[in-house]
Antibody, heavy 119, light 109 residues
Framework: EVQLVESGGGLVQPGGSLRLSCAAS????????MNWVRQAPGKGLEWVSY????????YYADSVKGRFTISRDNAKNSLFLQMNSLRAEDTALYYC????????????WGQGILVTVSS | EIVLTQSPGILTLSPGERATLSCRAS???????LAWYQQKPGQAPRLLIY???SRATGIPDRFSGSGSGTDFTLTISRLEPEDFAVYHC??????????FGPGTKVDVK
């Protein structure tokens, strides 16, 4: 069974940092592109970042570019999101999502982890 | 960047009725790279439809997708109690960004 389990969320002050992790199991992690997608409270879904299976190609949404860094460790079946200079508008449920092929089509999602940016 | 709009925002129906949800793109969606996801309260989204009209694995055939270009539709032929949820459309492809629509909530009457 495919499983994606996020961790590392919590409450942080504006300007602070957090590092999210996503532990993958039930599939060959190193063969899949991965993404972070977020959902602010009561709002729609927003794509955040994308990384290819090898980690060689990375993209970010304009809203997080220069502040967030996506990475992966294929030996440990793990995906990461380093979030710096956090703002109130970054408050959201962050999902780790597996992509199908080299696309933004998500066929597996974690349950999400809440990040709250507030003083 | 493509912007997706969904209508209506809320659709109030009874079990057994037909639901028709619309997703409109600000420019043509290449190769019909349009997906639909279902999200129930407290749960992650679930892939329903990809390529505008192909059902994902395990999705019942009461769900169908259609459309091309800028106009797409998700139809639920007969609503089951478990179908009351929020539905998101998304334009995907081989190059980010991968925008989502704001969602349509299918509510029980």
């Amino acid at each position: 069974e495919v499983q994606l389990v996020e961790s590392g969320g919590g409450l942080v002050q504006p300007g602070g940092s957090l590092r999210l992790s996503c532990a993958a199991s039930g599939f060959t992690f190193s063969s899949y592109e991965m993404n972070w997608v977020r959902q602010a409270p009561g709002k729609g879904l927003e794509w955040v970042s994308y990384i290819t299976s090898s980690g060689s190609t990375i993209y970010y949404a304009d809203s997080v570019k220069g502040r967030f860094t996506i990475s992966r460790d294929n030996a440990k079946n793990s995906l990461f999101l380093q979030m710096n200079s956090l703002r109130a508008e970054d408050t959201a449920l962050y999902y780790c999502a597996r992509a199908r092929g080299f696309t933004g089509l998500y066929d597996a999602w974690g349950q999400g982890i809440l990040v709250t940016v507030s003083s | 960047e493509i912007v997706l709009t969904q209508s209506p925002g809320i659709l109030t129906l009874s079990p057994g009725e037909r639901a028709t949800l619309s997703c409109r793109a600000s420019q043509s969606v290449r190769s019909s790279y349009l997906a639909w996801y279902q999200q129930k309260p407290g749960q992650a989204p679930r892939l329903l439809i990809y390529g505008a009209s192909s059902r994902a694995t395990g999705i019942p055939d009461r769900f169908s997708g259609s459309g091309s270009g800028t106009d797409f539709t998700l139809t639920i032929s007969r609503l089951e109690p478990e179908d009351f949820a929020v539905y998101h459309c998304q334009q995907y492809g081989y190059s980010p960004p991968f925008p989502f629509g704001p969602g349509t909530k299918v509510d029980v009457k």
